[in-house]
């Protein structure tokens, strides 16, 4: 198994251009859900999905969507970047809501 | 909603026992994660604790205490490469979206 896994690794963008982040897994988990990372304040959650055709908000949706068309993949899209946009990006899934998450590689982010 | 507190940073010798503390507030509590993260990867899964006690995992244990909202992650025998961030997060009890609340993470440095 690959796990999740994550693309593109690394991304500079320019303020109001949009883009995908994309997150794959290949355990059939159920749950998946993308966070963003900022020095000094921990992990935050921003869209989740409890499975396929199935998504809701996060603490810091504000900017992205998501869609869960299949099991394996959940995209995350920023339809107007912004420098406040700026972060690390993980995407984690697990088998139920009630299981461990487990965590891609993660997308690093610049939005000039 | 919810509340995690740690310590931003400490320091430990190798060979030595560290304890990272983390207290949480939170109107509904389903269980609390310890994650470890090296520098510029992806947080990995350490332990789960659901009900009060240790949990003792080779050279790592975690403790709960849900009358206290406090648990702590104990570390023996330090190696160099236990130098990390240690994140705690909680899970919520209350809501369908189960959602993982992280602290602001607990850097260690371990030295020879």
């Known amino acids: 198994n690959a796990g999740v896994t994550q693309t593109p690794k690394f991304q500079v963008l320019k303020t109001g251009q949009s883009m995908t982040l994309q997150c794959a897994q290949d355990?059939?988990?159920?749950?998946m859900s993308w966070y963003r990372q900022d020095p000094g304040m921990g992990l935050r959650l921003i869209h989740y999905?409890?499975?396929?055709?199935?998504?809701d908000q996060g603490e810091v949706p504000n900017g992205y969507n998501v869609s869960r068309s299949t099991t394996e993949d959940f995209p995350l899209r920023l339809l107007s970047a912004a420098p406040s946009q700026t972060s690390v990006y993980f995407c984690?899934?697990?088998?139920?809501?009630?299981?461990?998450?487990?965590f891609g590689p993660g997308t690093r982010l610049l939005v000039l | 909603g919810q509340n995690i507190d740690q310590p931003t940073e400490m320091t430990a010798t190798e060979g030595a026992i560290v304890q990272i503390n983390c207290t949480y507030q939170?109107?509904?509590?389903?269980?609390l994660f310890w994650y470890q993260q090296h520098a510029g990867e992806a947080p990995t899964f350490l332990s789960y604790?659901?009900?009060?006690g240790l949990e003792e995992k080779g050279r790592f244990s975690s403790f709960l205490s849900r009358s206290k909202g406090y648990s702590y992650l104990l570390l023996k025998e330090l190696q160099m490469k236990d130098s990390a961030s240690y994140l705690c997060?909680?899970?919520?009890?209350?809501?369908?979206?189960?959602?993982?609340?992280f602290g602001s993470g607990t850097r260690l440095q371990v030295q020879p």
């Open positions: 984690a899934s697990s088998y139920s809501a009630r299981e461990t998450q487990y």
């Open positions: 355990m059939n988990h159920e749950y």
């Open positions: 999905s409890v499975g396929a055709g199935i998504t």
């Open positions: 939170t109107s509904g509590f389903n269980g």
């Open positions: 604790n659901v009900l009060d």
């Open positions: 997060a909680v899970r919520e009890g209350h809501t369908g979206r189960r959602a993982l609340t």
